[in-house]
């Protein structure tokens, strides 16, 4: 299994991207192609050499002579940086040299690569940003998180039906559970997108069980959970935002009352569970579902155990067949 990296998106790039590629490397047998300025990247490698024996890794520098910024018009940055790092990861996929690209860049621009490199997959009309948040009993998946603003009916139901396959690939739960994001559990609740995608939903050979309101999407309603890429952004910042309050008011908490204080040794291990369910660098990255090819996108603030993880998450992705899975499903659901 080969893993395109692009070493030089996110925030803490290439420090973060290059020790995340040295782990999975190490905890792997996978090959990462790690795609970047040469002379940069083996400088950076060479920082690691004696802690984790670096030559004993299957890693690879893919020489790529420019970068796109966060700040970068996603559109112009594909168009006029065809030897940027995140253009050479999508075309090595492409040119069948690698299974799947990862980038924690700037994700417009990892979406306009993989659309201009891969294309869409036939008969999907607009591909989706899926990624994992945390619930009562395990983890749910939300699509779409942020690729589309706007959205048509059939375009949610095209987000149910990639997702469900991407739930039961990675997950191996067979048929899982598809809800609907709205402002109510009845089938007349909702605006014109969430009534009319309904309609179609309840009619695919998905496991639909309706609409689901906020709230039941932390208590695990369902597996799937698919709104507009609007919505979908504004519960993923906002769950974020949230985890990292509540873990602040715990501390606050334990510090105002002694007692609990003292007893912080045999709360640790509870509390230190609780921040690794809600942390997004245990996740990794969010799969870009509808292109003909795996590619991860991932948050640009992720450290080195994000990038390691989003490229576990794109390798059990190819070795899945995730694509062939998807590209079947939507030619099944006939949708002009």
Request: hydrophobic fraction near 45%.
């Amino acid at each position: 299994m080969i893993i395109a990296l692009d070493a030089m998106g996110g925030d803490f790039a290439p420090i973060s991207t290059v020790e995340g590629a040295i782990l999975a490397a190490k905890e792997s047998e996978y090959k990462v192609l790690l795609v970047g300025p040469e002379k940069l990247l083996a400088e950076e490698i060479s920082k690691y050499a004696k802690r984790y024996n670096v030559k004993s890794l299957d890693i690879e520098i893919v020489n790529a002579t420019q970068i796109v910024s966060m700040d970068d018009h996603p559109v112009k940055a594909v168009r006029q940086k065809k030897d940027s790092s995140l253009s050479v990861c999508a075309k090595l996929v492409a040119d069948g040299k690698a299974d799947a690209f990862i980038s924690m860049g700037n994700s417009g621009a990892v979406m306009a690569a993989a659309l201009f490199y891969l294309k869409r997959i036939d008969g999907v009309l607009r591909p989706a940003i899926s990624t994992t948040f945390p619930t009562i009993d395990g983890h749910c998946i939300i699509a779409d998180m942020g690729a589309n603003v706007d959205c048509k009916p059939e375009h949610l139901l095209q987000f149910g039906i990639m997702a469900s396959s991407f739930y039961e690939k990675i997950t191996g739960v067979k048929r899982p559970r598809v809800g609907l994001v709205s402002i109510g559990e009845e089938d007349t609740k909702g605006n014109e997108l969430t009534l009319a995608a309904f309609e179609l939903l309840k009619k695919a050979d998905i496991n639909f069980v309706g609409n689901v309101e906020g709230r039941d999407i932390p208590k695990s309603k369902a597996d799937v959970i698919i709104c507009d890429g609007f919505v979908g952004n504004i519960i993923l910042k906002f769950g974020e935002g949230l985890a990292e309050v509540l873990l602040k008011l715990i501390r606050v908490s334990l510090k105002r009352h002694p007692i609990t204080w003292a007893s912080l040794p045999f709360l640790w291990f509870a509390i230190k569970d609780l921040r690794k369910k809600v942390d997004y660098n245990e996740v990794g990255g969010a799969p870009l579902l509808g292109v003909d090819g795996v590619c991860i996108v991932g948050h640009g603030a992720s450290n080195c155990r994000a990038v390691k993880n989003a490229i576990f998450t794109g390798a059990k992705a190819a070795e899945h067949n995730l694509i062939k899975d998807i590209r079947e499903a939507i030619a099944k659901s006939k949708i002009d």
